[in-house]
Structures are given as structure tokens and as C-alpha cells.
């Protein structure tokens, strides 16, 4: 079956621009999660979200990322006038309550 | 605050070696542990988990992982491995019975020669 979905594969931007990032999850899955990839600093949870609760947001580096996930399905991370240091590959994840995540093939984020 | 530690970060093996690579967590409380494993140009992919139950799992492609709570440890092996092994591979841990977020180790990457 599709797995999760996560579009652009690649994305270069200019210092100071705003980036979207999408995630399509695993139909029916209620958890879905934001990493990210970087050199020198491993996987980076970012945030959470499960069900209708309130998000995890206690791994988003700064207020200039937020995300949102609508009707409990697809997710958007944006950044917020990007800086060098946001380059990275963001990954995102979605499971079934209690059960392993399964990850998408992430979107490549380059800042000039 | 919880934390993975993988002290291997590049391990290079012949065809047909064994494999052990470290993994130890830290974490208040029960836990379950992961081993996803990433192969070059694809996405993270399930190697084995541990929930409960018998501490030695096996996963995938012949590797296997044991849990010693004792030593927070969750090392994974494969007495034989093989040219398309290679990849990187990192461990993870959650709490148990919960949907959280999984805290990584910085990852092995593991290089097998012909």
C-alpha cells in the first residue's frame, strides 16, 4: 500500500524566504511526527500531533517553525525566513497508536 | 531527558563477518526500542523492535537485537553480513505504550567490502 508521502523531494530557497513542507501519512494513521536530518546533528524530533489532542511542539527550534495538520490527515511544516542553519532533510513520520513509524523519503531543504 | 548512544559511528566489515553494533539508552521508565536502519537514496526503514516479552527479537534480513535492561543496552547483530547491508542504522527509544516522539542515536554507518 502507499506509504507516506512527502512533497517537495527537493527545495532550494534564498535566505529569508518562507518554506512549506508536506506530508501526506499512511491513510488512517492517527499519529503523525516531524524530524529532521542534519549533518553533525542526527535526528531531530520537531513536533508531534495525535488525534485531536494538542501538538507536541517541543522540538521546534524557534517560533519560526510552526505546523499544522488538517482534518487529522495532512501535515504542513513551515519555516519562516530561513536561515543557513535550516538546511536540512526534514523527515516526516505517522503510525498507528503504539506501533512502529513509518517514514516518508523526506524533503531536501536548501538555503542559499 | 531521555538519550540514545551509539558509540560505533562508522564500522567497516568484510563480506560474511560478523556484526555487533552498540546501542545504549537512557530513559525513567519502561521503554520501547527500535532499530530502523536506512539504506543509500531511501527512507528510514523498520529493522526490529523490542516492546516486551522475550528480550531477544529478531527483525529483518537475518539481524537480530537483544535487550539487557540491566545495562540499558540493545545491541544489534548479524553473524554474516553482506554486501547489501551496507547503510546506516540507528537505534531508538520511546517510552512504552505511547505514540511520542522516538529519540535516535547520531546513527553507524556500516561499510561492507567484497
Known amino acids: 500500500g502507499a506509504g507516506v508521502s512527502q512533497s517537495p523531494s527537493n527545495k532550494v530557497t534564498e535566505k529569508g524566504k518562507d518554506v512549506e513542507l508536506r506530508c501526506d501519512p499512511i491513510?488512517?494513521?492517527?499519529?503523525l511526527y516531524w524530524y529532521r536530518q542534519s549533518l553533525g546533528q542526527g535526528l531531530e524530533f520537531l513536533i508531534y500531533?495525535?488525534?485531536?489532542?494538542?501538538?507536541?511542539k517541543s522540538g521546534l527550534p524557534s517560533d519560526r517553525f510552526s505546523a499544522e495538520r488538517t482534518g487529522g490527515s495532512v501535515s504542513t511544516l513551515t519555516i519562516q525566513r530561513t536561515q543557513q542553519e535550516d538546511s536540512a532533510v526534514y523527515l516526516c513520520?505517522?503510525?498507528?497508536?503504539?506501533?512502529?513509524?513509518?517514514f516518508g523519503d523526506g524533503t531536501r531543504l536548501s538555503i542559499l | 531527558a531521555q538519550s540514545v548512544s551509539q558509540h560505533n559511528h562508522h564500522v567497516i566489515l568484510s563480506e560474511a563477518a560478523s556484526l555487533e553494533l552498540g546501542c545504549n539508552y537512557s530513559?525513567?521508565?519502561?521503554?520501547?526500542l527500535f532499530w530502523y536502519v536506512q539504506y543509500p537514496g531511501q527512507h528510514l526503514q523498520l529493522l526490529l523492535k523490542?516492546?516486551?516479552?522475550?528480550?531477544l527479537v529478531k527483525g529483518i534480513k537475518g539481524f537480530e537485537a537483544e535487550f539487557i535492561k540491566s545495562k540499558f543496552s540493545f545491541n544489534l547483530r548479524k553473524p554474516s553480513v553482506q554486501w547489501s547491508d551496507t547503510a546506516e542504522y540507528f537505534c531508538?527509544?520511546?517510552?512504552?505504550?505511547?505514540?511520542?516522539?522516538?529519540?535516535f542515536g547520531t546513527g553507524t554507518r556500516l561499510q561492507v567490502t567484497l
Open positions: 500531533f495525535q488525534g485531536n489532542s494538542a501538538p507536541d
Open positions: 530513559y525513567g521508565g519502561t521503554v520501547n
Open positions: 491513510s488512517g494513521h492517527t499519529a
Open positions: 523490542y516492546f516486551s516479552g522475550d528480550p
Open positions: 531508538a527509544v520511546r517510552g512504552a505504550g505511547t505514540a511520542s516522539k522516538l529519540t
Open positions: 513520520a505517522s503510525s498507528l497508536t503504539g506501533q512502529p513509524q513509518h
